[in-house]
């Protein structure tokens, strides 16, 4: 014989988990998204403002490539992030070469944007580690970002 009473509580927690699955999904599609490509510029403490691009994959993945040192010398930047709300947070990772082509450590770049409300803007700051090879740090360096998203043009 089928109890009624817990037949009843199972489909009760079936139907909460339902609508709490589909509010978050609603509150998702609201939430304008930083998945993209972005132009971004990052403005060093009392210091250069540097141009970077950064593109934010769907489930997690980040690449980045700046100007900061010139290309031979420093690795594209690959990191994850997430988001709560339009709070982003995110870590990223380059390997570092001298002049000569010989790896000298890493940078670690960890960064806090905030999506503006139409989803076409971020601003934030970050922190730029620089290590050795053996992992000890050699120098941190503040800075702010702006990220204008890159859409599509038509021709």
């Given at each position: 014989?089928?109890?009624?009473?817990?037949?009843?509580?199972?489909?009760?927690?079936?139907?909460?988990?339902s609508i709490?699955?589909?509010?978050?999904?609603?509150?998702?599609?609201?939430?304008?998204?930083?998945?993209?490509?972005?132009?971004?510029?990052?403005?060093?403490?009392?210091?250069?403002?540097?141009?970077?691009?950064?593109?934010?994959?769907?489930?997690?993945?980040?690449?980045?490539?700046?100007?900061?040192?010139?290309?031979?010398?420093?690795?594209?930047?690959?990191?994850?992030w997430?988001?709560k709300?339009?709070?982003?947070?995110?870590?990223?990772?380059?390997?570092n070469f001298?002049?000569?082509?010989?790896?000298?450590?890493?940078?670690?770049?960890?960064e806090?944007?905030?999506?503006?409300?139409?989803g076409s803007?971020?601003?934030?700051r970050?922190?730029?580690?620089?290590?050795?090879?053996q992992?000890?740090?050699?120098?941190?360096?503040?800075y702010?970002?702006?990220?204008?998203?890159?859409?599509?043009?038509?021709?």
């Amino acid at each position: 014989m089928i109890n009624t009473k817990r037949l009843r509580l199972v489909a009760l927690f079936i139907g909460l988990l339902s609508i709490s699955t589909l509010a978050q999904t609603s509150e998702n599609h609201n939430s304008p998204s930083i998945e993209g490509s972005w132009s971004a510029s990052v403005t060093i403490d009392q210091g250069p403002t540097i141009l970077a691009l950064v593109t934010y994959g769907a489930g997690g993945g980040l690449t980045e490539s700046d100007i900061l040192f010139p290309p031979s010398q420093v690795s594209p930047g690959h990191g994850n992030w997430s988001a709560k709300r339009r709070t982003i947070s995110n870590t990223i990772v380059k390997l570092n070469f001298d002049p000569q082509g010989q790896f000298v450590g890493t940078i670690k770049v960890r960064e806090q944007v905030v999506l503006s409300h139409d989803g076409s803007e971020y601003t934030g700051r970050g922190k730029a580690e620089i290590f050795d090879p053996q992992g000890n740090l050699l120098v941190a360096i503040n800075y702010t970002t702006h990220g204008r998203r890159i859409g599509v043009q038509q021709l």
